[in-house]
Each structure stands twice: as structure tokens, then as C-alpha cells.
């Protein structure tokens, strides 16, 4: 019933968000390619892209590529002349995410970089790559303590860090849980609520992809 309905609605709201023709075949080819169906929805991948043009965001990075489809929606809320690099430790996945970018017309602005997230990131620290508008974190949600850790090296004050799963079906508050990201994500929610650097805020959401939530987090 509740996600009939949660189905339903974002259905209706389709017209609003408008997805295109480079998105819907970015979601079939990563189909094709037997991708996991984990990417964020196209109302979510919308908000993503709002959220980059509200900052005027110029330099976006992203954790966690899987075939490229949030890539393209946070892309296209790039200022004129920004950037967006995207971490992915699968080279299967990259491969998908570059042929879903170049057919969005991205490939000049996206730059998708294969390698586990704990070495890129740090990586991207040496080459001096930041400081970041924006950064996406959505890769494996172990990995979500260290990221944000080093998500704040590479911020500047007003730097915004969303963070994608933190409510997982809402096992989140379940301590004795069977879903195996949920302690790294409950270590994730202490970190950010502890830090003093930021301000930050949880919201829950519903929809295709069922009972989630991002985290919102603004460097101070
Ligand atoms: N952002 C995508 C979904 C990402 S799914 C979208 O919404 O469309 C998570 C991705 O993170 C997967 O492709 C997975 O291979 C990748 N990943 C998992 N562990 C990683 C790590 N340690 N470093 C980099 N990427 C990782
Ligand atoms: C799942 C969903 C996600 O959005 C993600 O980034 C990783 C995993 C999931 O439903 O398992
Ligand atoms: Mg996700």
C-alpha cells in the first residue's frame, strides 16, 4: 500500500521534473548493463541539480558514480565553465557512467575517476583539486566516516555536503540491524552531529526508491 502510493505520486509529479531523453537512456543502458538499480530517483537527481544552481556551484564532486545518472542532474547545475568530478572504485561502472556522460553532451565538464574513494579522495587533497561547492556522497556506506573526513579537507566556508541513505528504510535507528550500512552510517550521523565545522540537518524521504533520506551539511 505504502509504496503503491509513494509510486503513484512521484508519477504525478513527472511533468514537473522534467527528465530527458540522455537521462532515461542513461537509466537503460545501466540496465543493460546489469547495474544495480541504486541510483537516486529522477525527483532526487532534479533537487540535486536545483541545489548546484542555487549555490552556483562551480566545482562539484561526487562519491559514488555507479552509471552516471545523479552525475548528469548534478552536471547540469553546474555554473558556466564548472566542473564535476566523479569517484567510482568499479571499472565497470565507470565505463557505463562515461558513455551515459558524453551522450548527455558532459564529457567535456564531468571527469569520472576509477579508484576506491579512500585513496581518490586524499588523492584529490595532494593534487590540490578543491575546494568543492558541492560534494555528493553515495558510495558504499561504511566508507561515509572517512569520507566526510575528508570531505571537510576539501570544503571551504560554505562548502554544502549532502549525503545520500541516511535513513535506510529507517533501520537507521535500529541498532541490532541486519542492513550491514547501517553502523557505518549511524558512526557517519554522530560524526557530522559532533562536528563543530558544520551545520547540518536530516530529511527523511518517500518514494520509487522506497524509505530514505539525505543529510544536508553546510560548512561553517
Ligand atoms: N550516485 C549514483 C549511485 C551510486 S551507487 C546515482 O545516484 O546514480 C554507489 C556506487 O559507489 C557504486 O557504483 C559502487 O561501485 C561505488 N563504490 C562503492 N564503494 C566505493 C569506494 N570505496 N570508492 C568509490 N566508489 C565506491
Ligand atoms: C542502495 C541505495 C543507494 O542509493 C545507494 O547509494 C546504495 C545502495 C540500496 O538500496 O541498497
Ligand atoms: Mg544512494
Not at 25 to 47: E, F, R, S, W, Y
Not at 64 to 78: D, H
Not at 83 to 97: C, F, R, Y
Not at 179 to 207: C, H, L, W, Y
Request: charged share 25%; net charge positive.
Amino acid at each position: 500500500m505504502t509504496q503503491k502510493l509513494w509510486t503513484k505520486v512521484d508519477a504525478y509529479f513527472s511533468g514537473m521534473i522534467r527528465e530527458d531523453r540522455a537521462l532515461k537512456a542513461a537509466l537503460k543502458d545501466c540496465k543493460k548493463a546489469k547495474l544495480p538499480p541504486i541510483g537516486v530517483a529522477a525527483n532526487q537527481g532534479k533537487m540535486l541539480m536545483l541545489m548546484a544552481q542555487m549555490i552556483g556551484a562551480r566545482k562539484i564532486l561526487e562519491v559514488g558514480t555507479l552509471g552516471g545518472y545523479s552525475t548528469i542532474w548534478l552536471a547540469r547545475g553546474l555554473s558556466e565553465g564548472g566542473k564535476l568530478i566523479t569517484l567510482e572504485s568499479q571499472n565497470k561502472h565507470a565505463d557505463v557512467a562515461r558513455k551515459n556522460v558524453a551522450r548527455a553532451g558532459l564529457d567535456g565538464v564531468v571527469d569520472v575517476r576509477v579508484g576506491d574513494a579512500k585513496e581518490t579522495m586524499p588523492e584529490l587533497l595532494r593534487i590540490g583539486a578543491g575546494p568543492f561547492d558541492l560534494i555528493f556522497l553515495d558510495a558504499d556506506k561504511e566508507g561515509y566516516p572517512l569520507y566526510f573526513e575528508w570531505s571537510l579537507k576539501l570544503s571551504r566556508k560554505g562548502t554544502v555536503i549532502i549525503a545520500d541513505n541516511v535513513v535506510r528504510q529507517g533501520e537507521v535507528i535500529n541498532t541490532r540491524t541486519k542492513d550491514p550500512s547501517v553502523p557505518g552510517m549511524r558512526k557517519f550521523n554522530k560524526a557530522v552531529s559532533r562536528e563543530n565545522r558544520v551545520s547540518a540537518t536530516a530529511i527523511q524521504t518517500v518514494g520509487t526508491k522506497g524509505h530514505d533520506g539525505f543529510a544536508m551539511i553546510l560548512v561553517l
